[in-house]
């Protein structure tokens, strides 16, 4: 049974910075695309960052220059480094993956659709 587990949400002001971990077991795949999406009150469910099984990172816009991402080598565990937070980036963040090819991951931001398996959020809210 695969679980993915989100932790390092919070309230900061800001301009502030957050750090969340994900970490997933039970996927047996030796290629595991994972991601960052968020979703906000009242708003869909959009991409924020991905990073194939060899590291490659893919970011949404909004993430571009301020967020990073990374993974551990050879493992599912993942974080973000959300950096220069604005009360924009305020929404509920998920953890997601999907089995699939390296050469695939940086397209798969563009739709959660993509991602099979999902964990169950962490909020991440910024006050100006």
């Known amino acids: 049974q695969v679980h993915l587990v989100e932790s390092g949400g919070g309230s900061v002001q800001s301009g502030g910075s957050l750090r969340l971990s994900c970490s997933a077991s039970?996927?047996?795949?030796?290629?595991?695309?994972m991601g960052w999406f968020r979703q906000a009150p009242g708003k869909e469910r959009e991409g924020v960052a991905t990073?194939?099984?060899?590291?490659?990172?893919t970011y949404a816009d909004s993430a571009k220059g301020r967020f990073t991402i990374s993974r551990v080598s050879n493992k599912n565990v993942m974080y973000l480094q959300m950096n220069s937070l604005k009360p924009e980036d305020t929404a509920m963040y998920y953890c997601?993956?999907?089995?699939?090819?390296?050469?695939?991951?940086?397209?798969?931001?563009?739709?959660?659709?993509?991602?099979?398996?999902w964990g169950q959020g962490t909020q991440v809210t910024v006050s100006s």
């Open positions: 990073i194939s099984t060899d590291g490659t990172p």
């Open positions: 997601a993956a999907a089995e699939a090819p390296d050469t695939l991951c940086e397209y798969y931001l563009s739709g959660d659709f993509n991602f099979v398996y």
């Open positions: 039970g996927i047996t795949a030796r290629s595991v695309c």
